[in-house]
């Protein structure tokens, strides 16, 4: 059974189509399936995060989705700031990258939809006033933006 039920699958394509012009990749960070027998704590909503994934990349050829296993990938880890699963990062023209860590459920599945479309174009929809204000920031700005279904 798909995670993205087909009626929003729909409405998500679409969006794309008029909204998602430029490429935009998505390397997702997870844990390979422990094999039988094999002690390794598992990882909480990793499968469930690139089931989700998945579904959200083949609505659209401009999305690349690259997996990578958190521990055998470590140095792709480490270059993108990953240090706990799942997680992946959005890149595209914008200058920098968003991180997600979790899964994109409830609220959070609009924010990476419409993150998504903004780092493939490399703009926001920020008011002109803020875009002035943040272009005079000289230096490299860690900006966390945390959510929660409760």
Do not use: W
Request: charged share 30%.
């Amino acid at each position: 059974m798909p995670m993205i039920p087909e009626k929003d699958s729909k409405l998500i394509r679409g969006h794309f189509a008029k909204h998602l012009k430029d490429p935009v990749t998505i390397d997702y960070f997870t844990q390979r399936e422990p094999a039988e027998g094999l002690p390794i704590r598992e990882c909480a909503y990793c499968r469930e995060t690139g089931e989700l994934l998945e579904e959200l990349a083949a609505l659209s050829e401009q999305i690349r989705l690259n997996v990578h296993d958190f521990v055998a990938d470590e140095g792709k880890a480490k270059e993108f700031g990953i240090d706990r699963i799942p997680a992946f990062v959005l890149s595209g023209r914008a200058k920098g990258r968003v991180r997600f860590f979790g899964i994109p459920s409830g609220y959070e599945f609009s924010s990476l939809i419409e993150d998504l479309v903004d780092v493939a174009r490399g703009a926001t929809d920020l008011a002109p006033k803020a875009v002035e204000e943040l272009s005079a920031v000289a230096r490299p700005v860690h900006i966390r933006v945390f959510g929660t279904p409760t």
